[in-house]
């Protein structure tokens, strides 16, 4: 799944996003999978398209590599920190 951030800054300005390329996500026994943020939409920098009271929709995704032989089962969460530059 992607995580969605709505952006609410005036038609037109250039906005540019800062966020680390991979994230280390963990289940409850302490074992550990990386998620490689490389899906964003729009690209950065970008210009904001909505006027207010609108937001411009800002998409993260990104890939989950799962070596199943060493891979333990369970649920794994994490956080990732993304910053947007208004410029």
Do not use: K, M, W
């Not at 540019?16 to 550990?32: A, E, K, L, Y």
């Not at 006027?51 to 891979?71: A, C, E, K, M």
């Amino acid at each position: 799944a992607q995580a969605i951030f709505e952006i609410e800054a005036p038609y037109g300005t250039l906005v540019s996003i800062t966020c680390d390329p991979t994230v280390q996500i963990r289940n409850s026994s302490g074992n550990t999978l990386t998620v490689y943020l490389n899906q964003l939409y729009p690209y950065s920098p970008f210009i904001t398209t909505a006027n207010y009271p609108d937001r411009t929709r800002v998409y993260v995704g990104g890939s989950l590599y799962i070596n199943t032989p060493t891979t333990s089962p369970g649920n794994y969460s994490g956080t990732f920190s993304i910053t947007f530059n208004q410029e």
